[in-house]
C-alpha cells in the first residue's frame, strides 16, 4: 500500500452520475474509477469526515439533463449531517452553489477531490478550492475523463488518462495531484 499522506477534512465526489460511469459511452477505466471512489467513500464515512457529492444539471438534452436516469448518481449516497448531495448548474462546484458555505460550516480547511471530468468539473472545482486555501489532494487514480477527440490540422486524438493527467498537473505545486487514492487519509469531525 502507499505511503499515506496527511489527512483531509472532507472528500468531493465530482458528477459520479449514470450516463459517465456505464451504459453506451462510460468513460474509459469507468470499472477501476468506480473502485477507487468508493473506497475513498467508505474510508470518509468510516472516519466520520465531511462527504459531498457534486451532481451537475446538464442541459436539455445532454446525457446529464435533471430528472433523465443518465443524471442520477451512480453511487449510493448517506445524506446527513456529514454527507451532502449538492447539485451543481456549472463546471465550478463552488459558482452557485452551497458548497464554500458547506465546508466553512464544517470547518474544513483540506479537500480530496475525486470524479469526473478531470479537465473540467474536477479541475475547476480544485482551482476554487485552492483559491479560497484549501488544502487540495487530487487522487491521480480516482478522477477520469473522455479521449479529446483529434481536430484535423490542429492534434491527433489524445487518450483519455494524459488528459487526466495534464488536467491535474495544470492545477500546479499546490496541489497534491501524485497521490494513488490509497494513500488519503481522512480527519473525524467532531460532531
Avoid at 443518465?70 to 451532502?84: C, K, M, Q, R
Avoid at 460550516?105 to 471530468?117: E, H
Amino acid at each position: 500500500m502507499a505511503k499515506a499522506v496527511q489527512p483531509v477534512d472532507a472528500l468531493i465526489v465530482v458528477d459520479v452520475q449514470t450516463a459517465f460511469v456505464s451504459g453506451e459511452n462510460p468513460a474509459p477505466d469507468a470499472i477501476r474509477l468506480l473502485d477507487h471512489v468508493s473506497d475513498l467513500l467508505d474510508r470518509a464515512r468510516q472516519a466520520g469526515a465531511v462527504v459531498v457529492h457534486l451532481q451537475n444539471d446538464g442541459a436539455p438534452g445532454a446525457d446529464d439533463e435533471p430528472g433523465t436516469h443518465g443524471w442520477e448518481l451512480y453511487l449510493p449516497t448517506e445524506p446527513g449531517p456529514t454527507e451532502h448531495v449538492i447539485r451543481k448548474p456549472r463546471d465550478d462546484g463552488f459558482d452557485g452553489t452551497s458548497l464554500g458555505g458547506v465546508l466553512v460550516g464544517a470547518g474544513v480547511r483540506s479537500v480530496a477531490i475525486c470524479g469526473l471530468m478531470s479537465e473540467m468539473c474536477v479541475q475547476a472545482t480544485a482551482r476554487t478550492a485552492l483559491a479560497r486555501g484549501y488544502r487540495v489532494v487530487v487522487p491521480h487514480d480516482a478522477h477520469a475523463t473522455y479521449d479529446a477527440p483529434a481536430v484535423p490540422g490542429v492534434s491527433d486524438a489524445v487518450p483519455a488518462h494524459v488528459v487526466s493527467r495534464v488536467a491535474a498537473w495544470a492545477l500546479g505545486d499546490r496541489a497534491e495531484n501524485t497521490v494513488p487514492a490509497a494513500a488519503v487519509t481522512f480527519t473525524r469531525r467532531s460532531s
